[in-house]
Every structure is written in C-alpha cells, then in structure tokens.
C-alpha cells in the first residue's frame, strides 16, 4: 500500500463561483493536505488532523507555502500540431492548408508519432495539465503512440484518430468505411483501458463527406459512451465553406444536428460565431462549446461569447487548442480568456478561472468523480503552485493581501516556471526542480 500526504495550503472547487465574494463555493485550508493512497485521495482536512491519519511509513511531501489544486485540464488541442505551434501569418484555412497538413503527414510513420507523443505529454505536465482532450492525426499509428505515452505515465486522456475524406492531402484522407473500420478498431483497443478514454473525431464538416458524417453518426449510436469531438464556427470563411457544402442545413450546427451528433458527450472547438438558435441548440443537447482564447487570437478568428452561452444555458469549456493556441499552459489560456471576455464587457473571476480549469472542465467531461476536485475517492492528479517562481511575480506578491489577488496574479504572470510539483494518480511526476521536501516516513513535528 502505497500513501502520501501532500502538505500546503489546499484549494477545490465545490461549485461554480457566482461572484468573487463567493467563498462557499470552494474550500481553502491554510495549512492543509491532502492524504493520498495507492493513487486516490483518501481524505483532505488540516494538516493536524490528516497527520493523525497516516501510518509510519507513509512519505510526507512538504509544498509549504505553494497552493495544492486538482490538476488541470484542458478540453482541445491537437497532439500532432506540437511542433507547428507559432507558424506564422495566416488565418484558419490557409494555415492549415501551409503548416498543418504538411506536419500531420509526418504521423504515417509510427517512430515520429511515438516522439512527438512524448514530448507532448511531458509539456502537459510541465505546465500542470493532468488530462487532456486531443485530436490525433488520420493514422491509428498517432492514435496508438498517443495512448501508449499517456498509459505510461498513468495519465486519464481522451482523444482519438481524425476522419476526414475531403478537402485535404491525399496521404491525409481516409474513406467512410476505412474511417469506421480503423475508429471501431481503436475504440476496441484503447476505450476504458486504463484510464484511456476514446473521443469519435470527425475532424469537421469541411473535411468530411456526408457518407462521411453518416459512418460518425454509426459510430456516435454503436459507442454512445465514447466522447465525439469536432470543430464549429471559428472562422467566417469556414461557416460559408461548411455551410455550401450542406445547403440543406439551416446553419453550421444543423450540419452536426442532422446527423445525430450533438450530445452530452460532444466537445465543439471554438463556437465563435454563433446564432441564439444555435447557442441554444447546444444547451437542448447538453453539447458542449469549447472556448479556445490564445488560438482565436492567434488566429484573427474572433471573441468568443460566454455570456452568450451562460443566458441561454449552453454549456461551456476552456482549453489551449494547440498548435493554433500558443501556450500548453492553462494559466495563460486563463490570462487570454480574461482579455478576450474584457473585451466584452464580461468579467472573469480568478476564482472562475481556475474553478474552469479544474472541476469545471471536469464536469463539461462528465468527469467530476474522479478528476478535477480534491474529493475523497477521486483520482491523485494534483498540481502545486508556486506564485513567487518568477522574481516579477515574487515582487507583486509583496503586496497581495488576499486568495483571490494571489490567484489572478497566477493567472496573469504565471507559466510552467510556477508549477512546482504535478502528480498523477499520487505520483510525483515533474521532478526537473523539485520543490518539495520528501521523507521515505513521516516524522511529525
């Protein structure tokens, strides 16, 4: 039996904060810890209440005074796109056409997609996400080093391999039936091993055929316990190009409507540029609007709304949509989705920040259970946060007086340098500068 108990000032979320006064919406302990055994939180309290808990040979890891949050989680990004993030000068479909398709071609060979998949998910945990949502390329073989990399280091990830059959590389398109086929396969391989979980991923409408959007909608009805994720709505040039290639639709959303995709379990890229009818479709279905801040700016691709979906309520996420996002960090999405949300008039709460990068995020994955909170019997996956690492931010925090001044000071100067430990399942996994101080029993003082 396997037990830690990880010592510092301990935050989780227990609901959405409705406002920046709203302490009970989270709980925050001083001096806190978290007790940990073979992998699951068994409890979190005080420090001297959790001491009386643990046994002579369970390790003490002291993060005194960094903050102990659920790790986080980010909703989008594309595995194979590591290593064209910052391609310059073009907006969505150009971009793809000059990098993207150039780079994803590279992933037919099983060597350079078990690389690549590596170093992806080392700079997840380097900045702190334990979970992630991602596209894999058209080849099982990226979908295959995808799982095998996030398996071995014990990591909960959803993702899956691309189907698109049109308006792309030949060496980049499948069929409907090879799409179906290779995704059925995978599915069997990979979805509910471990902590692996299968996302059905029509890349987007653009990209598929109706044959096509008819083999996902098999898919979506033969899996229903698999996530489905696609792209919507991020680029006016986009919606017309979808838009032409179904004039039956009503609107870019219809397209997904039509063919049954649209459910509690869909993860939408981006949802941009969104009509209410379409807003409120997504809230009839529970799908799910992924709001990608770094990407939409990177890209001149636009704001996206929240308020919008919150009035009419529409569910939604945050994530880093790398490589068009700019950052794995999950602090600075935080920081752009506060500019791109101020831009309009709406306001982002530090607390609603990391409240949406953790349990939040969480629940927009049905996930709340095991991830995304520090409840007792959920998963380890814990990130420690140092909000002194960078001497700028050592300096401001001179002058903080409080939690939330702390955690938006996190958010707007914070990186991967202010995260000082990342555990997954229990495991101490970012141990380039290790700030914590371990001992093989616990002595208390």
């Not at 989680?73 to 073009?90: C, M, V, W």
Request: net charge negative.
């Amino acid at each position: 039996m396997n037990e830690i108990l990880i010592r510092g000032r301990v935050l989780t979320f227990l609901a959405e904060p409705q406002g920046i006064d709203d302490t009970a919406s989270y709980r925050y302990i001083e001096d806190g810890a978290v007790f940990v055994r073979d992998g699951k939180i068994v409890e979190i309290g005080s420090y001297g209440d959790m001491s009386k808990l643990v046994r002579s040979n369970t390790k003490l890891a002291d993060h005194r005074p960094n903050l102990i949050l659920p790790g986080f989680i980010d909703t989008h990004l594309h595995f194979p796109q590591t290593q064209a993030i910052a391609s310059y000068g073009a907006q969505l479909l150009e971009w793809l056409n000059t990098y993207i398709f150039v780079e994803e071609q590279k992933f037919a060979r099983a060597a350079h997609a078990a690389e690549v998949a590596d170093r992806f998910m080392d700079e997840l945990l380097s900045n702190g996400t334990t979970t992630a949502v991602a596209y894999c390329s058209v080849h099982p073989e990226s979908v295959d080093a995808y799982f095998a990399a996030a398996e071995a280091r014990g990591m909960c990830m959803i993702g899956g391999k691309v189907m698109m059959d049109r308006n792309a590389p030949d060496a980049l398109r499948d069929t409907p039936q090879q799409g179906y086929d290779e995704t059925k396969r995978l599915i069997e391989r990979w979805h509910g091993r471990g902590r692996a979980h299968y996302a059905i991923s029509p890349r987007f409408a653009i990209t598929s055929t109706p044959g096509q959007m008819d083999m996902s909608k098999a898919l979506v009805a033969e899996h229903p316990d698999c996530y489905v994720q696609t792209h919507l709505s991020e680029n006016r040039d986009e919606i017309a190009f979808a838009t032409s290639l179904y004039p039956e639709a009503k609107d870019y959303t219809d397209i997904y409507a039509r063919y049954g995709l649209l459910n509690s379990r869909m993860l939408l890229g981006h949802c941009i540029h969104m009509s209410a009818r379409e807003v409120a479709v997504l809230a009839e279905t529970g799908a799910v609007g992924v709001f990608c801040p770094t990407s939409n700016l990177f890209l001149g691709s636009g704001l996206f709304n929240a308020a919008q979906f919150d009035r009419l309520g529409a569910r939604w996420s945050v994530a880093t949509d790398v490589g068009a996002g700019t950052s794995f960090s999950m602090l600075e999405t935080m920081d752009e989705a506060y500019k791109v949300l101020h831009l309009q008039g709406q306001r982002l709460t530090p607390f609603n920040s990391f409240y949406r990068m953790t349990r939040g995020n969480a629940l927009a994955l049905g996930l709340e259970k095991r991830i995304g909170s520090l409840q007792a019997g959920a998963d380890a996956d814990i990130v420690v946060l140092d909000s002194t690492a960078k001497s700028a931010m050592e300096f401001r925090m001179r002058t903080a007086t409080s939690l939330a001044e702390e955690l938006f000071i996190l958010q707007t100067m914070g990186d991967d340098r202010c995260v000082a430990e990342v555990y997954v399942a229990g495991k101490a996994m970012k141990t380039r500068k290790p700030k914590a101080v371990l001992r093989e029993s616990l002595q208390l003082a």
